[in-house]
């Protein structure tokens, strides 16, 4: 038997799964567990799905060494009032105060964060940006996250809504973003918009021997940002432009972060963070001429360690350190077993 | 007589000018100069030039209190070693150790800042952003110019270079910048660029009642951003027109920065701060297109405290809380005291 150890309950809640687990003082996921997450009609059903993924996790035995539970989400948060104002992916929740209702019901004081900011949180303490004070970590998937460390600690911004590197405008006179901006960089090189521009592509005249059609077997709607990352992979030239063309724009943009904010190291995660890390080559050339800070080739930019569980242990991460916590809430702990027996 | 304070010596190093003076703890300036800076050839005639400045505060009966010396450059530096790396309109220093060189002269501890970023900190410490953490400071002039403070403390970034908020692009299909970069926010919304795109303006046929050209004695060349404003603010329509432009870029760019880094309070200075205050109900109009951030309204946008001393002041902010410095200092003092009269 191990012993007993500071663990962290760290909650991800999801558009579609929640995944909860146990975290240790190293960011070692020590015991996890997904859950799905459909069809909420309501707060109370949301939050029921939320008290399942949790009681998976408290069957395990260790669960009793948890002191904290940290809790993640992909929408806009009051940090510090622990409330979910609203979530695209999460409707059954408005101005939900998860933080209360998760502390009322497991008497262990609770933290809120948004997922791409705690998974930069999770970076700077654990993972790639680990050693370095102030972290920017981007995370390319369906569309871009972005999340900062600074002075060793989250960025939160005012109310917790910092972050939303993705809803930069590059070109204010570019195509329209579903957020209601024109030319944010998710419209040059998230993956929903690399597998547009190559089904455009593919569509116009003289394509049809490109090598993404028959990965998509003929099918031009199949063709995602993973087809056109095969392709690339496998010598096709247009796949090849297009990856280039999304470069070009992380460039551009990367140079605004850049010179704004001169980050220790930029951390890259998500699905398609190797895509990205494909082109750094490329994207560092445009650097040259999109940042104007004159040592912008020296700032690092690296993969991310945490994959699919980043926002889980960076939820757990917003308690750090957890030395702190020990002796407070042991002393709390006491004090609900005791008052819930007297319930009893 | 008033007691002994802990008071910071300021230096605020322009291309043309610099000013020195003394700083007590609540951001009120003592006592300062202003010297000439101009021509310098060598980074010896340079630092004379510094020395110069410094001498006249160091006549003041109260100099004796100074604890340490904060200085600001409107240059790129590296803030941990305090070198002061380049600076366009001072080309006589390069690659300079500022810090050491003052430190050895002057017996008192020093620290370098950018001009931006330490007018930051003054307005966080003891100016309009006072009792604000997370404090965006931007600087209209001729340029413009940003710097932040997160967490009560200044941003520096990796190496003291973060704040380039003004070659932000906006547009990187837009005008070329000098910087390289195309569509900076300098382009659209600088004093500069009001001035440029008034005389385009007024260069363009049946333009020739405005009153731009009667405050500028028909001589459209001699058409600066103050006599935009002017014009405006008498009720010209194409003035007016000229500084809508200007606020509808800067609330894209405003939308980028509150969406990614959600500021406490933005605070303006700069010798067009006022003019940007005029438009401020324009500028919040295009944030509610421009910022995703659903609480953007929220974040106040108010005028610097700190006009054309906000860098000098911001030096000194560097050495804050000052209270710390006390007892070390002291004791340096008495050693440098004592060294200097062993060697008399």
């Known amino acids: 038997m191990s012993k007993s150890k500071n663990l962290i309950l760290g909650v991800d809640i999801g558009g579609t799964k929640i995944a909860a687990g146990l975290v240790d003082e190293k960011g070692e996921v020590l015991f996890a567990e997904r859950t799905r997450m459909i069809a ?3 707060s109370d059903q949301g939050f029921q799905a939320i008290r ?58 609770a933290r809120l964060g948004n997922d791409a900011n705690v998974a930069a949180l999770a970076e700077a ?4 940006g680990a050693r370095y004070g102030n972290v920017f970590y981007l995370t390319l998937g369906t569309g871009i996250g972005t999340g900062m ?30 957020c209601g901006k024109r030319g944010c960089i998710e419209m040059y090189a998230s993956g929903t918009a690399i597998a547009r521009r190559a089904r455009e592509r593919l569509s116009e005249p003289g394509a049809n021997e490109s090598r993404m059609l028959t990965i998509a077997h003929g099918n031009i709607e199949a063709v995602t940002a993973e087809t056109v990352s095969k392709a690339a992979t496998a010598g096709d030239p247009l796949a ?4 280039e063309e999304a470069a070009d724009h992380l460039g551009i943009w990367l140079g605004n972060i850049i010179d704004l904010l001169e980050p220790e190291i930029i951390v890259v995660g998500g699905g398609l963070a190797r895509l990205l890390m494909s082109s750094l080559g490329r994207i560092r050339s445009r650097l040259e ?20 569980q980043s926002a889980l242990v960076g939820a757990a991460a917003l308690w750090l350190p957890v030395a702190k916590l020990t002796a407070r809430n042991a002393h709390r702990a006491v004090r609900r077993a005791k008052s819930s027996s007297a319930r009893r």
């Not at 109310?159 to 939303?164: D, F, I, M, N, S």
Request: aromatic share 8%; glycine share 10%; with cysteine.
């Open 40 to 42: 909420r009609k309501s």
């Open 52 to 109: 399942d993924a949790i009681a998976l996790i408290l069957r395990h035995p260790r669960a009793k060494e948890a002191r904290a539970i940290g809790v993640s989400v992909p929408g806009w948060i009051d940090a510090k009032r622990g409330v979910l104002l609203s979530a695209t992916n999460l409707p059954c929740f408005r101005d939900f105060p998860l933080v209360q209702e998760i502390e009322k019901l497991y008497g262990l004081p």
């Open 125 to 128: 303490v654990w993972g790639s």
């Open 149 to 178: 460390v600074v002075h060793h600690r989250i960025y939160q911004g005012r109310t917790g809504a910092a972050g939303e590197g993705g809803h930069m405008t590059i070109n204010y006179q570019g195509p329209l973003c579903g």
């Open 240 to 243: 090849a432009q297009i990856l």
């Open 289 to 308: 001429t999109w940042a104007i800070n004159p040592r912008q080739q020296e700032v690092p930019i690296v993969e991310a360690r945490y994959g699919s």
